[in-house]
């Protein structure tokens, strides 16, 4: 049985074009559009489909990452495909951490679509070239980041790494953890130096890149 698609994007001279050329592929047996978050809404919640497009035309990252948690939380068997604007491969990953099953970037083409369509229809992930290619080099630079990486980090460092990444300063983490600034500052000193990084940006960066905060 054929599965249906909605496209969630404007303007709406490109997706009226988009969905006939998905009708001449024969692959879905219906196709919607929507163009508001409203008509989404009621669609999902009355007629949900099996597969769904939502571009980054139509929202920011942070209101189409609260979209695909809502969606997927309500209903997991949506297979949701995002055409991305070159997002950060950390932006990627969350997205499939909350249940995406394909990205596309802006500048991918309708047969790389098609192929991710026929990757979904066959219960895999797919992820376009031009955003594996740099996945890969982050990968690459992450692991040779790691490698030049010292002893790991103590359960008290961890403690104070993850205060530093909610914002707070030497003074906050000193009251909240009951020991002294000079202390606060020796363990800051150790975290930059195990991590080789030089700054709290950096100890930011690294946390999130090691899944220690999201």
Do not use: W
């Amino acid at each position: 049985m054929r599965p249906s698609l909605t496209i969630f994007d404007e303007p709406l001279l490109y997706t009226e074009g988009l969905s006939k050329l998905l009708e001449q592929s024969g692959i879905f047996s219906s196709i919607n559009l929507c163009n508001c978050q409203e008509a989404l809404r009621i669609l999902l919640k009355e007629n949900p489909p099996e597969f769904l497009m939502i571009s980054s035309n139509i929202l920011i990252f942070t209101d189409l990452y609260k979209s695909v948690e809502k969606i997927t939380t309500e209903n997991k068997r949506i297979k949701i495909i995002i055409i991305g604007n070159d997002y950060d491969v950390i932006d990627i990953r969350k997205l499939f951490n909350k249940g995406i099953k394909s990205y596309l970037d802006k500048n991918s083409s309708y047969d790389e679509f098609i192929k991710s369509v026929k990757a979904l229809l066959h219960n895999e992930i797919y992820i376009c070239n031009h955003a594996k290619d740099r996945m890969i080099h982050f990968i690459s630079n992450e692991q040779e980041n790691k490698s030049h990486t010292g002893d790991p980090l103590t359960r008290r460092e961890l403690e104070i790494l993850k205060l530093i990444c909610d914002g707070l300063s030497s003074k906050d983490i000193s009251e909240k953890l009951f020991i002294s600034i000079n202390t606060v500052e020796t363990h800051r000193k150790r975290i930059l130096l195990k991590l080789n990084v030089k700054n709290s940006v950096g100890v930011v960066k690294y946390a999130l890149e090691n899944h220690i905060i999201d």
